[in-house]
C-alpha cells in the first residue's frame, strides 16, 4: 500500500466570533486557490489514489473535494472521524487496515495529528519530528501491512514545491 498524507490547504483563521464552531471554518480564497495547483502538480506526477479519505472538518474536505476534483475522483472521496476528532496513529491504522497491499490511499487532515502519524508509521519509536505545512504531501510506502514503525518515506513536498512544477 502507498499512503499519502496531506494537511488542509490555508483555512480562515480560528476566530469565536465568525466560527463559534472551530470545525466550519473554510478555507481562503487563495488557500483554494493553491491546492487546486497542488492536485494539479500531483496529476502530473501521476499520483492517482484510488480512495480519499478526509477528516469532516469544512477545511478538509474542501481540500479534499478540490483535490479529488482535479484528479477526476469525486466518487472515492469519505469523510472519517478516523482523520478528525478521533485521529489517532491507531484509528488511522484500523481505518487502513481493509485495504488491499497496492492500493494508494489519501488521507487529508489536520496538524499536529498528520505529523504524530507520519511519525509512527515511519519510526516505531515515535521519535521522528515532522511538521507539514498548509497544503502539504507526504508519502509513505509499506511492505505488507501498514504498522508502527513500517513505513518507507517516499517523498514530502511543500505546496511551493509542488507549485514550482507546473
Not at 466560527?19 to 486557490?33: I, Q, S, V
Not at 511492505?143 to 514550482?164: K, M, N, Q, V
Amino acid at each position: 500500500m502507498k499512503l499519502i498524507l496531506m494537511r488542509h490547504a490555508e483555512a480562515e483563521p480560528g476566530d469565536a466570533l465568525h466560527y463559534p464552531d472551530d470545525a466550519l471554518r473554510p478555507l481562503t480564497a487563495e488557500g483554494a486557490k493553491t491546492q487546486k495547483k497542488v492536485a494539479q502538480a500531483l496529476q502530473r506526477m501521476g499520483v492517482m489514489p484510488q480512495r480519499i479519505f478526509t477528516s469532516p472538518r469544512l477545511r478538509a474536505r474542501q481540500t479534499a473535494e478540490i483535490t479529488a476534483q482535479v484528479l477526476g475522483l469525486n466518487n472515492a472521496l469519505e469523510e472519517s472521524d478516523a482523520l478528525g476528532d478521533d485521529c489517532s496513529p491507531d484509528s488511522v491504522l484500523a481505518l487502513l487496515r481493509d485495504y488491499a497491499d497496492k492500493e494508494i490511499i489519501l488521507c487529508v487532515g489536520h496538524e499536529p495529528d498528520l505529523s504524530e502519524l507520519a511519525g509512527a508509521l515511519l519510526c516505531s519509536t515515535y521519535a521522528l519530528r515532522i511538521k507539514f505545512v498548509k497544503s502539504g504531501v507526504l508519502g509513505i510506502r509499506f511492505e505488507g501491512e501498514a504498522g508502527s514503525g513500517r513505513g518507507i518515506l517516499c517523498y514530502f513536498y511543500r505546496p511551493r514545491d509542488l507549485c514550482a512544477l507546473l
